[in-house]
């Protein structure tokens, strides 16, 4: 069965630009335009063109060079926005003009000083004069979502009637709940005569967080089209971010059966692309995008993934371009992800040399939590010159008096079990959780239950030897 199509709409470059540091020159505008093209997005909403002459020459250049999406030119409901918008379209293969103009009383009364009769009026002749210009015309009620509901059905109709291809519900000030906005949808849909000649589109701020799941709310009730940015970029907490409205349905067809044109494999290239245009680093756990989404610290984590990345992954670091996915080597990292990462590095260790480089390895996490190739490799080379002192931990350091080479908490060994005395004098102070083993000595965790009790309080030393890794950092 077909699925739905949705189209992608991207607005980086309009909306996602008015964000705070995001701005861009007519050249960087022009090479994320190329590479938004790459992406496959449907639309790409390349500026303000009556806003400055610099968003006038981006629009202008990007119509010229990128021919495969619409490429559509904001404009405000007046003669003078609409003819500028066209002017910079007009090399344009597949132009849109894109008229907005708000509807909410609050905007009405406040902002634009004009009566719901005088604001359909406008909507609709603004409609009318783009469409004698361009075939594609989208029309946004700003602040939609606190509109009157029978005025936003009025405004819609009225547009529509006035040749409006698109009717865009923006939810300008993120204050709408994913099902009320759902409902809102599913309501113009119900009401507005000629609807089913348009296309439904959402626009989605993130101020509450949900710019996604409302979204994807407009989409299940009928909304065709997203409007999106890369990295979810936009005015004040940004719009729905692009990657996550395509990778919810590229991952979950069950939950939302749509397709989208966009080719998933260039995401990630797209948000480092906008990243290093405008300096505007991605958070490390932003959703598909960010340097952490398919980063796995924790042990048991690792080792399931390298067993079968299913475990842990629901989408590969490949389909959305991201090179591979990464195993961050830090103190919750197990022996089986540190033995691969030295195969990798080129050195393949029996069991015994493997436990004495984890034990150096877990000391080095510690005091600099995150450990690379270089800090291993060295690593190894001191375990392979058979030089014990460096990096090891006397039970002197373990006591963590001040000025001692390493902190109290390197004191968190798991193997071999070397923590003994002295760590447990310190275990409230380190909230360390600890229990005798079948040989006397004490094993010792930073923050957690007693080993004893890991396993249903199965003997910690009958255990599998591979179970060891799970011990630390879950
Ligand atoms: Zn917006």
Known sequence: MDRPRITIFDTTLRDGEQSPGCS?????????????????????????????DGDFEAVQRIAATVRRPIIAGLA???????????????????????????TSDIHLKYKLRITREQCLEQAREAVRHAKSLCADVEFSPEDATRTDVAFLCQVVEAVIAAGATTVNIPDTVGYSMPEEYGQLIRTLREK????????????CHNDLGLA????????????????????????????????????????????????????????????????????????????????????????????????????????????????????VLGKHSGRHALALRCEQLGHQFERRELDEIYRRFVVLADRIKKVQDSHLLELIQDVMRGDVSKGHVSSSDVAGSPGKKFPPAAATLPFPRAASAAAGSNSNELHFAQAASSDGQAETRPGCPPPTNWFGGVPFTDHHSEQEDYLWGV
Not at 28 to 40: I, M, N, S, T, Y
Not at 84 to 95: F, I, K, T, V
Request: hydrophobic share 40%; proline share 5%; with cysteine.
């Open 192 to 203: 507005v005569a000629g609807i089913d000649k348009v296309t439904i589109s959402t626009h």
């Open 212 to 327: 996604v799941a409302n979204s994807l709310a407009g989409v299940q009730q009928g909304a065709r089209q997203v409007e999106c940015t890369i990295n979810g970029i936009g005015e004040r907490a940004g719009n729905a971010s692009l990657e996550e409205i395509v990778m919810a349905m590229r991952v979950r067809p069950d939950r939302y059966p749509y397709e989208t044109a966009v080719a998933s494999e260039q995401l990630y290239a797209s948000s480092q692309t906008l990243a290093e245009i405008t300096r505007v680093p991605v958070q490390p756990n932003k959703a598909i995008t960010g340097r952490n989404a398919f980063a796995h610290e924790a042990g048991i984590h690792q080792d399931g993934m390298l067993k079968n990345p299913l475990t842990y992954e629901i989408m590969t670091p490949q389909s959305v371009g991201v090179p591979d996915s990464r195993l």
């Open 76 to 102: 405000r409901a007046c003669s003078g926005d609409v003819d500028r918008a066209w002017q910079a379209l007009q090399g344009a293969a597949r132009p849109r003009i894109h008229v907005f103009l708000a």
């Open 24 to 52: 861009m020159n007519v050249r960087e505008k022009l090479h994320l335009a190329q590479q938004l093209d790459r992406l496959g997005v449907d639309v790409i909403e390349a500026g303000f063109p009556i806003a400055s």
